[in-house]
């Protein structure tokens, strides 16, 4: 999966801890995404960042928070998880420009998160 | 909300027949990506097709973009069992930030 790691790759916790999810790439894309994929929604958007520190929200941001410090990692963290917010997390990597390969995402292979 | 809508949601054909799945999207693009999903893996992209582009190939994939009737398709020409996937379009519109459809649950029965 094109140098692209999340762990973990499949999580149980209760309603009202905190999660974090890691997404770690060894391409030097510049862009992160965070996705989340539900049955009848297909993938959402929840947070992305276009650079080290720089990130913004998605279509589905609440009770969402990421950080970048690092090119190389990007973290999702759920700060008090709730049952809504069991789904199967992506993150994905770009690279702008105008070459064949750019703009197009590469995908981890995602975690499986269930919140009871 | 989606930008980008496929149809059908699903298909089901049989070996050596083609496939054709349609993206319909509402404001204009910078590009269009296709990609494919098999069960429990994340996506993998198959092709994009720019905004002043009107068709293109890769292998057995042929992809037309309609930008006038905002819509493009995707047809598999050929298929096969291991072609059993989801398939999805993402329109992007020059933010560098794809947005996904629901996708299209393709079977292929050997």
């Known amino acids: 999966d094109a140098g692209i790691t999340q762990s973990p790759r499949h999580k149980v916790t209760e309603t009202g801890t905190p999660v974090t999810l890691r997404c770690h790439q060894t391409e030097n894309h510049r862009y992160m995404y965070w996705y989340r994929q539900d049955p009848g929604h297909g993938l959402r958007l929840i947070h992305y960042s276009y650079g080290v520190k720089d990130t913004d929200k998605g279509e589905v941001s609440d009770g969402y928070s990421v950080s970048r410090s690092k090119t190389e990692d990007f973290l999702l963290t759920l700060e008090s998880a709730t049952s809504s917010q069991t789904s199967v997390y992506f993150c994905?990597?770009?690279?702008?420009?105008?070459?064949?390969?750019?703009?197009?995402?590469?995908f981890g292979s995602g975690t499986q998160l269930s919140v009871l | 909300s989606q930008q980008g809508e496929e149809d059908p949601q699903a298909l089901s054909i049989q070996e050596g027949e083609n496939a054709t799945m349609n993206c319909s999207y509402k404001?204009?693009?910078?590009?269009l990506q296709w990609y494919r999903q098999n069960s429990g893996r994340g996506l993998v992209h198959l092709i994009l097709i720019r905004s002043n582009e009107r068709e293109k190939h890769s292998g057995r994939l042929r992809v037309t973009l309609d930008t006038s009737k905002k819509s493009s398709s995707l047809l598999i020409t050929a298929s096969r069992a291991a072609d059993t996937a989801s398939y999805f379009c993402?329109?992007?519109?020059?933010?560098?930030?794809?947005?996904f459809g629901r996708g299209t649950s393709l079977i292929v029965h050997p």
């Open positions: 993402a329109t992007e519109g020059g933010s560098y930030i794809p947005t």
């Open positions: 404001t204009s693009i910078n590009n």
């Open positions: 994905a990597i770009s690279e702008p420009g105008t070459g064949e390969d750019n703009e197009k995402l590469f």
